[in-house]
Every structure is written in C-alpha cells, then in structure tokens.
C-alpha cells in the first residue's frame, strides 16, 4: 500500500479542520454532531450551547448513543436500534450514505463512540474531526453559540455493518488473536478501578494498549507510519482477529477508529470491562502482563 493509500484511507475516518471548514463551504457539507461528554464530569449541552461549530446539533452519549446500564450488559449498551433510529431522525438524519462529522473536545475520546455507533448502524461516510474542538480553535476558525435543531428525518437504520463480540467471544479472541485493553495502564494492572467496577484488572490474556497513546500532543491522531509501527510491535495486523474493550466501550471504539484508519479491521467489546467485572465466573489478572 502507497503513501497515496493510506492518506486516502484516513480520510476516510479523519478529518483535518481546515479540510472540515472548506467543505461546510459547499452544497453536500456534512451533518455536524457536538458529542462533549465526560464520565462524572460536568454535561456536554451548557459547553455546547455556550460554543459550538457552526451548524453543529448536540448529540447526549449517555441517552442518545447508549442503553439502559446494567451489570450484565455493562456501563454504556448499545441502544436499541429502533430507538437510536428515532434519536436520529429527530436529529435529521435522512439516508445511510449521508455525510457525517462528529467532534468533541476530549481529543476524540467521547466522538469516537459516534463514530462507531453510526457506522455501526449502516453510515457509510462518518468521520471524526481531529484534534477535535482544540483543533478548530487553534486554526482560528469561528464558533457560534445557542441550539440548533433540524428537521424530522426519515433515515432506515440496518445495524451490525461493524463487528461487535460480548464476553466469550473476547475471552476467544484474548487466546488466539489480540484482544486489546485500551484504557489507562493502572486500570489494566488493577491499580485503579471506576466506582461501578466490582473487580479491578484486566481479561487475562489481554495487552494494554492506551488509546492515548495513538494521539500527539496537540490531540490529532498520529501519521499512519507511526500507527502502524506502535500496533505491529504488539503484534496487531489485518490477519489475526482483533478485539478492544474499555470501560464502558467508549474509548475502545477511539482504538478501533485509529485501527481502521491504517485499514485494520477490530471488533467491540461493547459491555467491556464494567461488564466482566460483575460477571463472579470470569476470571481476572491483575499487573502489567496479559496474563
């Protein structure tokens, strides 16, 4: 695969500022999603109606891009998919290959689950803004403020268009793929655990692999060269199945976006570890090896 290539596949996922503002310019502009979001932080909608990117419509990860939590099915479901199609309908959506942006200001970490979840549900041209809202600033490009709504949309969701695996299919891929653990390393060793965790550590024969580490320090991800190089040392490639769990299987879907950007396909373990951990029968490691 050329250089050529691969710039041609990552555009197909990312989206510079720059490149974002030309085309808001144009007759087929994308449909723009604010998804700020942040686990016990303060909510997304004040910060999106104080500041957001022209045109953009709020989207609520927690009610508009999940299910009921539960111990079972963990902290961030999928929705059910007639339910996610009356949020995005309501939100305007009118066809599968409509062009869509989604953003945030956490360096992709909450857009990515947009991402996901609409590609999930049958988009076919989704993108994430990179380097997110810092990005947008930085290229001094203009902000608006207030709500902006659209009208009813019609769209007709399919679902199941990107792969996703519950637990034993995860403790399947742990054994004879790469399952990759994509929250901060002292989760992964057991250090540290959310509130709503039972157990801390990681599915035994999982690697850790951050997703903080795809990005620079400016928040853009990195050059496919560089994204190539760090997941083909831990052994990553298009030929061995793949897995990416989190927490709530949010941050594994920014995992699984950098990975489809150097065009290795991954699947989602979408109850991750907030599920696992109450599951009493699955075992768990702890420290620093898969275990």
């Known amino acids: 695969m050329t250089d050529a290539d691969h710039l041609a596949l990552r555009t197909q996922h990312l989206v510079d500022a720059r490149a974002l503002a030309q085309e808001l310019d144009t007759a087929d502009a994308p449909t723009l999603f604010d998804v700020r979001f942040v686990l016990d932080g303060p909510a997304g909608r004040p910060a999106y109606l104080d500041a957001h990117l022209p045109g953009a419509r709020y989207v609520d990860l927690p009610t508009d891009l999940a299910g009921e939590a539960s111990p079972g099915v963990g902290r961030r479901p999928l929705p059910d998919l007639a339910a996610?199609?009356?949020?995005?309908?309501?939100?305007?959506?009118?066809?599968?290959?409509?062009?869509?942006v989604v953003y945030d200001d956490r360096q992709g970490l909450s857009a990515a689950r947009a991402w996901w979840l609409l590609r999930w549900a049958g988009?076919?041209?989704?993108?994430?803004?990179?380097?997110?809202l810092r990005a947008w600033r930085d290229a001094g490009l203009p902000l608006v403020g207030g709500d902006v709504t659209a009208a009813q949309g019609d769209v007709v969701l399919r679902g199941d268009a990107l792969q996703q695996i519950d637990a034993d299919a995860a403790a399947d891929i742990a054994r004879q793929g790469v399952?990759?653990?994509?929250?901060?390393?002292?989760?992964?060793?057991?250090?540290?655990?959310?509130a709503?965790?039972?157990?801390?550590?990681?599915?035994?024969g999982a690697i850790?692999?951050?997703t903080a580490?795809?990005?620079r320090a400016d928040g853009t991800f990195l050059d496919a060269r560089a994204l190539r190089a760090r997941f083909g040392v831990a052994g990553v490639s298009a030929e061995r199945p793949i897995g990416v769990y989190c927490g709530g299987g949010v941050t594994a879907a920014h995992e699984i976006l950098a990975l489809?950007?150097?065009?290795?396909?991954?699947?989602?373990?979408v109850g991750s570890w907030s599920a696992w951990s109450h599951d009493q029968a699955r075992a768990i490691a702890t420290g620093d090896q898969p275990g």
């Not at 489809?260 to 373990?269: D, E, F, K, Q, T």
Request: charged share 20%; aromatic share 6%.
């Open 84 to 100: 996610l199609q009356t949020t995005l309908r309501r939100l305007g959506l009118r066809w599968l290959s409509q062009p869509i």
């Open 123 to 132: 988009f076919t041209d989704v993108r994430l803004l990179d380097g997110g």
């Open 179 to 194: 399952l990759i653990d994509a929250r901060g390393s002292t989760a992964y060793t057991g250090e540290t655990k959310q």
């Open 196 to 204: 709503d965790e039972p157990r801390a550590g990681h599915i035994p």
């Open 208 to 210: 850790s692999l951050p």
């Open 213 to 215: 580490g795809n990005l």
């Open 260 to 269: 489809a950007s150097i065009g290795i396909p991954a699947a989602l373990y």
